[in-house]
């Protein structure tokens, strides 16, 4: 389970930490502690100590715990709103009775000194003075203040001085909304970590071959030899042959190796304080496994090396979160289309996913990413058709210094460096212009990009992902989209069906979705049998993203705890009203939309039949259909059916 360690420097976000933790129901997940500004850093390496994956801190607290350098944590910053600022110049007004008081603003780290565009819309006059990170210099402060003369002062731990002088105080505190998205996304990064924390765990990726224990093994399990390393890391003394290998490791699991021939790569074990990989491989003599090797590395610097490598892509946020485990639904069509995407996770070629808006093509790219070999690496993801021209080179290859006006001085990494050892994934690639088509067909086959202004060559070691909500194909044909980059890109196609086209998965995901709302929103809305019946037969032209959207809403809107049809039947209307132009026809829905679906069924079950006489024959499928190859091949597409199903 992920830990959250949050730093409270005040009473009130204490308070307010506690109550927001309980109504999410995350507080056995989250370790809150009490600290000023001179204890902050040291409560923090408390927590991290305790192994908490993120830390949650705001103001001088969490400015000093940046600055320490000493810990590794990530910390997310509770922010100070412009609603937080407008409340605290309130509350000054109140206690001062006046409706334009001079205000003296001594700021802590995360205000903004933009705020001052807020006094004269507050009809406040608002002065501010130096930031100060420590009690002598903000004692030096809080005396010029009253210098001064103002009529309040607003601020940090600075309002605690201010009673020595008789000087009226406000404390500037976060509400409980900044308080609540800190949280969340903490709850974000820390799942994130912890991901990155058990691969580092279960791979230890940097060992010294030098340091490599062997230890040579019968067919039993007895241990033949031993090497130097592999008794120092096992801690052996004296004789060793003839033991049992589960004598000294017995967490290590041999019986796949000896028994069935496999190979078992990289288990994480420890002896006593330390820690080391295990791997072992089959000795074989014809179909007998006559022994086995087994590896042992010892884990030296992988600890430094994580806190680094997760800096990185956190701040760059080049990681994808989800696997083949997240994608619900177990439905002939959605587990076939994962049957085919862990297929292709194992290969480094290009793969083309296929599917309408809202069919969780991401999903499935940062799955085979996960799966991948590359899956060590970062995820890139880069939607084309948010790129204008104008920047589409610059973003996706990058450019060195001085390369156009108003270029970075020091130039920018493109997004194909940045998943250099990991994936990219361009998603709507059908919205790429010709000039990018171009560029990204070169990349391709050339497996090297050159940054604008640049003279040289990067080489590149990138999977490409592409995704696309179109028809590419007809695209082709009508000169929308370059041939040549379609067949580069076309090597893998994985489609992902529509949500009319699995029906049998809408309970699953209603089910699914509704256990989420109870994380998001602190309520779990349940449906009776008429409701999903009624789910089951609307058309879903959203898919996924739709039905996700409509159990947010009932959950929201409703005040019954059983949600019945009618209530879904008046979301769904509403959907579809707001959905649609004036005067344009509704979708057909319920038995309407089963009946235009019967000849669609119809040419489905015709297209299968005749590739299975033609034993998955395109060409000779098209002519037996009389129709050509490429008509035959949009319409296998447009139902679903795979090269792999026919076979």
Request: glycine share 8%; aromatic share 6%; charged share 25%.
């Amino acid at each position: 389970m992920s830990k959250i360690g949050v730093i409270a420097p005040t009473q009130q976000i204490y308070d307010s930490t506690q109550a927001i933790i309980a109504q999410m129901g995350i507080a056995d997940m989250v370790m809150l502690r009490s600290a000023d500004l001179e204890d902050a850093v040291a409560v923090a390496k408390e927590l991290e100590a305790a192994e908490v994956d993120v830390l949650v801190s705001r103001g001088g607290a969490a400015g000093r715990i940046l600055a320490a350098g000493d810990v590794a944590a990530p910390l997310v910053e509770i922010a100070i709103s412009a609603q937080d600022i407008a409340q605290a110049i309130h509350e000054c007004k109140r206690i001062t009775k006046l409706e334009s008081p001079r205000i003296a603003l001594i700021p802590f780290h995360g205000v903004r000194e933009d705020i001052r565009a807020l006094a004269p819309f507050l009809n406040v006059d608002l002065r501010f003075y130096p930031a100060a990170d420590t009690m002598a210099w903000i004692e030096e402060v809080v005396h010029q203040v009253v210098s001064d003369g103002p009529d309040v002062l607003l601020g940090g731990a600075s309002v605690h001085l201010a009673a020595k002088y008789n000087l009226p105080a406000v404390l500037l505190t976060s509400g409980d909304i900044s308080l609540r998205i800190a949280l969340e996304e903490a709850l974000k990064v820390a799942y994130a970590r912890r991901i990155e924390k058990e691969r580092a765990k279960r791979l230890e990726v940097v060992i010294e071959l030098s340091r490599e224990g062997v230890v040579t093994l019968d067919e039993g399990g007895h241990i033949q030899l031993a090497n130097p390393a592999a008794c120092r890391i096992l801690r052996l003394g004296g004789a060793v042959a003839g033991r049992h290998l589960h004598e000294v490791l017995p967490r290590f699991e041999l019986a796949p190796c000896l028994e069935l021939g496999e190979t078992i790569s990289d288990v994480l074990l420890s002896r006593g304080k330390d820690s080391f990989m295990a791997s072992a491989r089959p000795i074989r003599v014809g179909k007998d496994v006559a022994g086995a090797v087994v590896t042992l590395h010892e884990a030296q610097y992988i600890s430094d090396m994580e806190n680094t490598i997760r800096k990185e892509l956190f701040t760059k946020g080049l990681v994808a979160s989800y696997t083949f485990r997240h994608i619900q639904g177990a439905s002939p069509q959605i587990e076939e289309c994962r049957r085919v995407a862990e297929q292709y996770a194992a290969t480094m070629s290009t793969v083309l996913i296929t599917g309408e808006t809202g069919t969780g093509k991401e999903l499935f790219a940062q799955s085979i990413h996960n799966a991948s070999p590359c899956r060590q690496g970062p995820f890139v993801a880069v939607n084309c058709a948010a790129l204008p021209p104008s920047l589409l080179e610059s973003e996706l290859f990058g450019y060195e210094e001085g390369a156009f006006t108003g270029a970075s001085r020091k130039g920018k990494p493109g997004f194909f460096e940045l998943a250099q050892g990991g994936t990219i994934f361009l998603d709507e690639i059908s919205e790429m212009d010709n000039y990018g088509q171009t560029r990204l067909l070169r990349i391709l086959q050339e497996r090297c990009i050159m940054r604008l202004g640049g003279g040289s060559y990067v080489p590149l070691d990138v999977r490409v992902l592409v995704a696309s909500n179109r028809d590419l194909e007809e695209m082709v044909q009508t000169g929308d989209f370059r041939s040549d980059l379609y067949y580069r890109i076309n090597l893998l196609t994985l489609h992902v069906p529509p949500l009319r086209e699995r029906e049998d998965d809408i309970p699953v995901l209603t089910r699914f979705f509704a256990a989420q709302c109870r994380h998001k929103y602190n309520k779990e809305p349940r449906f009776s049998d008429a409701a999903i019946a009624r789910l089951t037969e609307h058309a879903w032209p959203g898919n996924v993203r739709e039905l996700q959207n409509v159990v947010e809403r009932l959950c929201l809107s409703s005040q019954s705890f059983l949600l019945g049809e009618e209530d879904v039947a008046a979301v769904l209307t509403r959907n579809r009203v707001a959905r649609l132009a004036p005067g344009q026809a509704q979708p057909a829905s319920g038995p309407a939309r089963r009946q235009a679906a019967a000849p669609r069924d119809e040419e489905r079950r015709r297209i299968l039949e005749t590739l299975g006489n033609c034993r998955g024959n395109q060409k000779k499928a098209a002519e037996a259909l009389g129709m050509d190859r490429g008509t035959l091949s949009r319409k296998m597409r447009k139902h679903g059916i795979h090269k792999t199903i026919v076979a």
